[in-house]
């Protein structure tokens, strides 16, 4: 029986450590697996108006602020 009971508060001191020290994740980016089609070309801030690879669609982006446009120059979305 004390086995079962330092078993009970080992596991209540990991949990509670775990959540003070912010293991347990609180958001996550969750991205939709589909892909924009007519992409041609990807700005970002870091880059300026250089035309970089697209990737799949927004979410994908390498980082906040860039913008997927279409070969007529229309933009199709923003990273968030």
Partial sequence: MARDK???AI???LVCGSILLGVIP??????PLFCYVGVAYM???SS??????????CCFA???GCS???SDG???CTST
Avoid: M, W
Wanted: hydrophobic content about 25%.
């Fill in 6 to 8: 330092s078993i009970g």
């Fill in 11 to 13: 596991l209540l001191l």
């Fill in 26 to 31: 609180t958001e996550a980016k969750v991205c």
């Fill in 43 to 45: 700005t970002c801030p």
């Fill in 48 to 57: 300026g108006s250089e035309h970089r690879s697209p990737p799949c669609n």
């Fill in 62 to 64: 390498p980082e906040t």
């Fill in 68 to 70: 997927l446009y279409r």
């Fill in 74 to 76: 229309t933009i199709l």
